[in-house]
């Protein structure tokens, strides 16, 4: 039997042991975990002005997701009730189909010089390309370690939109996310690209639409594993389908579709001390690549197997920005296994799948609300102010009250405790 089975029962202490032994954790990963260390002051003073304190959320654990044949389990960041739950459950159940798979062709970024006023288009595109090797020369020597570390700027593109002409420049960045390797490059070939333009340079900064980061995660389903009665889970495969193929004609609920997604996706790429924002910025610009707002997962039926795949990008780092600083986050990398920049982004496109998969068969099966409300009546229960030896039993009549909102929470909380004392 593995060593998680019944991980939600255990305390907090037992789920510490549990992913220290599984996970082959250090002594200082089990100790951040243990002693819930957070960012020190001096740390956390210098990362954003005006300094006030830290800002904490549950840091959780989806117990055993299978990539590519290697099981993991995914810590996770995220203040909202039944993202944990949901992934576990999805994981659990594609695990038994083999789990995910993915795959990663390359991993550049791109920055742009952005260049207005050139008096001739095709001319300037012509005199910037025929120097494309100089410039990338000009390009690595602005930035030297990261040559020296195997990667650097890689090719160099040009194209007109409307009044300007843009200079896009695609990078190796290796681990890094890449925001000041690109802005070292391009402001040093900034001034040498618009003189061959004979332009001038609006700005030079990289872009967060990293369309060569671009990860696929996918899953192959048994249909007759989405429900005991056969019928049954046709109509569930079916719906899945459906669900998907709405998302990619409504943008309605294509935005729906990809928030859920984004509960796994997000959580992971805060616990690991990525930009959520520059993640979020890119995939939602590239469910809109062909002009409307898309579904980022599609899910069909292939023979007897129900099929998701998603895509997406993701320049993904495991070094650089607040990573190194954080000790939870360092207690992330340790309990993954401390992937590479390409495992992660694999990972973390893994649980986008995981997560939508679990949401949609949620939505068209037994819906959505019902789990949900159980952990939102436990929220309530504590937004009154019930103890933790009255919350279940407060949430519980609260299930069963016509109004599950904080005033009944309130009322049942005075009730239960008038009751006690008369006790
Ligand atoms: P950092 O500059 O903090 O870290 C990246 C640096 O780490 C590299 O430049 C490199 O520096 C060093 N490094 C060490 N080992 C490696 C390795 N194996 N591979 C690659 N680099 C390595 O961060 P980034 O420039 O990546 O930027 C990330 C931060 O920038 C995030 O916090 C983000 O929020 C922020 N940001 C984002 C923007 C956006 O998204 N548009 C814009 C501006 C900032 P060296 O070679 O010199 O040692």
Redesign the pocket.
Known sequence: MSLFSGFYKKTREERIAITADSRQLSKQSKDTLLGDHNLPEAIAGKMAENHLGTFALPFSLVPQLILDGIEYSIPMVTEEPSVVAACSFGAKMIAKAGGFTSQISERLMIGQVALYDVPDMAKAQEAILAQEDEILVHANNA?P??VE?G?GARQLTVEQKEDFLIVYLHVD???????????NMLEAIKEEVADLAQGKALMA??S?YATESLVTASCRIPIKQLHIEPHIALEIAQNLARASQLAQVDPYRAATHNKGIFNGIDALVLATGN?W??IE?GAHAYASKDGAYRGLSIWKIDHNDLVGQLTIPLPI??????IGLNPKVQAAFDILGQPKAKTLAAIIAAVGLCQNFAALRALVTSGIQQGHMKLHAKTLAMLAGALEHEIDQVALLLRQAPHTNLETAHAILAKIRTETKEE
């Open positions: 930035h370690s990261i570390r990667g960045v290796q681990e890094a996310m890449g925001a000041n390797i690109l802005n900064i990289l967060n930009d924002r520059a910025a780092a495991t070094v650089g920005g607040s």
